[in-house]
């Protein structure tokens, strides 16, 4: 009865903080290219071949899998993005219940998730985060389940999905291996790495076929993209703005919402923990090397921004969880410490409730909005906003499929439209200025010339300027009224052109 309980805690706490923010947040520019691209597996596309798409290929198929059961929506995507930060929010518990003992600490470590800003901001949005945390997490946390054959093979399974989802997180392997070789020493060590290898082989195998079908197309996708969107100053470069960025979330230069100081308070107790184990001479858990990489990892992309914490997040909080047995050990063992204990004690409770108690910054930051470049309107960021538009699209629509030019992809979502092809993604029209027409057309963007073309001879009878135009916007303007579109709607600052044919 007890246990039933404190899994009905867990579910209720984990439920609490995901759900509500899945379909209330605002909504996150990246989150339109996604959905659009599992809409479009679900009727038949291939990735990067019949459109681009900057990731590997499985959070599409997942994601078009879910909608084809529960329909293609704006909340059918959400509602999946919140399941699966649950999962990952059940995943920490029983793992810091197995590596502590402590099913108190395992609640502990459940608030401290549930409670973490970087975490309900992101891991609900139909983005990668969630799912590749997910994965990875499992990944490290089935090393101590069952026989030796089939937790490293299922690890090497759930890392080869992670990457399948974030293709970064590879850097993991190199922990996982080293923690097979560690527990299985000699020829049994070398066999049952061969295992972990096996299972990720298994899921990465599926690359294979996008690969072999043309392996340029592929390959810029998943890693070119990513390098000339950082503006020229490579993939890993811009070495200021990720200092920047590192001071952001250690609360030295600025804060950023709740998301800044709690990550300082769990980096803080993560060093704490390092200090504690390098004292006591005591091996480091695999959760220690992974957050190390995964902070390393997260920081390199260019530009970086904070969401990026998500990935080493629950490994943190086990850290923090581990933390705390290991201080709790140390203090018994040692005569006359009630004194010490009770300050400590009085230390962790006062971080914990700094941790929590700054939550709602973060609520306010992604609920309610706040007036900052670029969302200067925020409601025109906000889905009952968003749904309006998509409605106001099928209404102006000549027939169903009929094709629409939108520079941000998530207005079609859950319409009878077609978007115009090349505008799958927003973030093509601004970056095709680095590529040659050749590798336009072969990668699925499109280039400024090319849509004003489309937009002069009436490709798409209806047209939606709305968010992620920025100064672009009177220009793309006055280019659909030069070509004879009318203003027909106006839902906050967006606005819906139409043309028709004149006699």
């Not at 759930?158 to 293709?167: P, Y």
């Not at 070789?181 to 990465?204: D, F, H, I, K, S």
């Not at 992604?366 to 538009?389: Q, S």
Request: glycine share 8%.
């Amino acid at each position: 009865m007890a246990r039933r309980l404190t899994w009905a805690l867990v579910l209720s706490i984990l439920g609490a903080a995901f759900l509500p923010v899945a379909f209330v947040r605002m909504v996150d520019s990246d989150e339109g290219a996604f959905l659009i691209a599992s809409d479009l597996v679900l009727h038949g596309k291939l990735p990067y071949h019949d459109f681009s798409y900057q990731h590997t290929p499985l959070m599409a198929y997942l994601y078009a899998a879910w909608m084809k059961l529960f329909g293609v929506s704006w909340y059918s995507g959400r509602l999946l993005s919140a399941l699966l930060a649950i999962a990952l929010g059940v995943a920490v518990y029983r793992q810091v219940v197995r590596v502590t003992g402590r099913v108190g600490v395992g609640l502990l470590a459940t608030i401290l998730f549930a409670a973490s800003g970087v975490g309900f901001s992101w891991y609900p949005t139909v983005k990668t985060l969630g799912l590749a945390t997910l994965l990875l997490f499992l990944s490290y946390s089935v090393l101590d389940w069952g026989p030796p054959r089939a937790k490293y093979f299922l690890s090497g399974l759930f890392l080869g999905l992670s990457v399948d989802t974030r293709i970064y997180v590879i850097v993991v392997l190199l922990v996982l291996a080293i923690e097979v070789v560690r527990r299985e020493p000699g020829r049994t060590g070398l066999r049952q790495l061969g295992w972990l290898v096996g299972g990720l082989a298994l899921a990465l195998a599926p690359n294979l076929f996008f690969f072999l079908i043309d392996p340029d197309t592929f390959v810029f996708n998943v890693v070119g993209h990513h390098v000339i969107r950082s503006g020229g100053v490579g993939a890993v470069g811009d070495l200021w703005q990720k200092a920047s960025t590192v001071l952001l979330l250690l609360t030295v230069h600025g804060s950023e919402g709740a998301t800044s100081l709690q990550f300082t308070i769990l980096f803080v107790l993560n060093l704490a923990f390092v200090v504690s184990r390098l004292a006591f001479r005591e091996r480091f858990p695999p959760s220690t090397s992974i957050t190390l990489l995964l902070l390393l990892v997260s920081i390199l992309p260019t530009p970086t921004f904070t969401q990026y914490v998500c990935l080493p997040l629950p490994f943190m909080i086990v850290n923090v969880a581990l933390l705390i047995v290991d201080l709790e050990r140390e203090l018994k063992a040692v005569a006359d410490t009630t004194a010490v204990r009770r300050r400590l004690q009085h230390v962790l409770w006062l971080l914990v409730g700094l941790y929590v108690v700054a939550a709602p910054a973060d609520l306010y930051r992604f609920i309610v909005g706040w007036d900052a470049p670029p969302l200067h309107h925020v409601d025109d960021w906000k889905l009952p906003t968003i749904r309006r538009v998509a409605r106001a699209i099928d209404e102006e629509l000549p027939a169903d499929n009929a094709t629409v030019i939108t520079w941000w992809p998530g207005y079609v979502i859950g319409t009878k439209a077609s978007i115009l092809p090349g505008l799958e993604n927003h973030l093509n029209l601004w970056y095709s200025p680095a590529l040659t027409a050749e590798e336009i057309g072969r990668y699925h963007y499109i280039s400024a010339p090319a849509l004003a073309w489309h937009i002069a001879h009436h490709t798409a009878r209806v047209a939606v300027l709305g968010i992620f135009l920025f100064d672009t916007k009177p220009r793309w303007r006055q280019v659909l009224v030069d070509a004879g579109y009318v203003m027909v709607r106006q839902i906050g600052d967006t606005e819906i052109y139409r043309w028709d044919r004149r006699p």
